[in-house]
């Protein structure tokens, strides 16, 4: 079954900085699908941004964007000016062939102004 | 609205009870997963569906089943043999549109079960 690992402790971040968000995946499909959600305390999951295994360009949402390294496995998620907003848990899921969608263990973001 | 309900939002049981969780979506997505989240821990997959009719087991599926009778709905019973049931549970579904390319998730809300 494909691996998903986000590593890094609990992150403060200073309102208006970029943070980077890690995210390895280990698979031998080659087509697969990796995403990126949002959790706030209220529990629900928001979907932030997607790369395919194909897509030659890095993904972008407004101040989301994917830096997708197919080769080191690798879809780090970059936040660029942090809001007050953005504290919450941030998970990194991926889609292999048997669509079988599987998360992460997410990652603590504290924006603080 | 076009969306994904889960009820009831929170579920008290007492232990050797059955209980299930409701899942509905009227979305008309092929796919439907669902998963269980413990406090401060991600998302570890239960079980998901691709087609009515069909589903399978994911990481975690020891102590539930499911059923897909039903495109838009794919409830979830969480039976007495789940030792350790407290927990969040989320419901998803996305489109299916090929191996490895399923457009993303959509959830709901989130049911809150305790055990007491």
Redesign the interface.
């Known amino acids: 079954?494909q691996k998903i690992t986000?590593t890094q402790p609990g992150m403060f971040v200073q309102e208006k900085e970029a943070v980077t968000l890690d995210c390895t995946y280990d698979t031998s499909?080659?087509?697969?699908?990796l995403?990126w959600y949002k959790q706030p305390s209220s529990?629900?999951?928001i979907?932030l941004i997607?790369q395919?295994?194909y897509d030659e360009q890095n993904a972008t949402e407004g101040r989301y964007s994917l830096n997708f390294q197919k080769a080191r496995k690798s879809a780090n998620l970059v936040i660029s000016a942090s809001q007050l907003g953005d504290s919450a848990m941030y998970?990194c899921?991926m889609?292999?062939?048997?669509?079988?969608?599987?998360?992460?263990?997410?990652n603590q973001v504290v924006v603080i102004p | 609205d076009g969306g994904i309900t889960q009820s009831p939002k929170y579920l008290f049981r007492k232990e050797g009870q059955n209980v299930t969780l409701s899942c509905e979506q009227n979305l008309t997505h092929d796919a439907m997963f669902w998963y269980r989240q413990d406090p401060g821990q991600g998302l570890r997959l239960i079980y998901y569906s691709q087609i009515v009719n069909d589903f399978q087991k994911g990481d975690i599926a020891e102590g539930y089943s499911v059923s897909r009778e039903k495109k838009e709905s794919f409830p979830l019973t969480v039976t007495s043999a789940q030792k350790n049931p407290t927990a969040f549970y989320l419901c998803a579904s996305s489109i299916t549109v090929g191996r490895g390319t399923n457009t993303e998730a959509f959830f709901g809300q989130g049911t809150r079960l305790t055990v007491v």
């Open positions: 079954a986000q499909d080659q087509s697969y699908g995403f529990g629900e999951m979907f997607y395919g295994s998970f899921a889609n292999p062939e048997s669509n079988r969608l599987a998360f992460g263990k997410g």
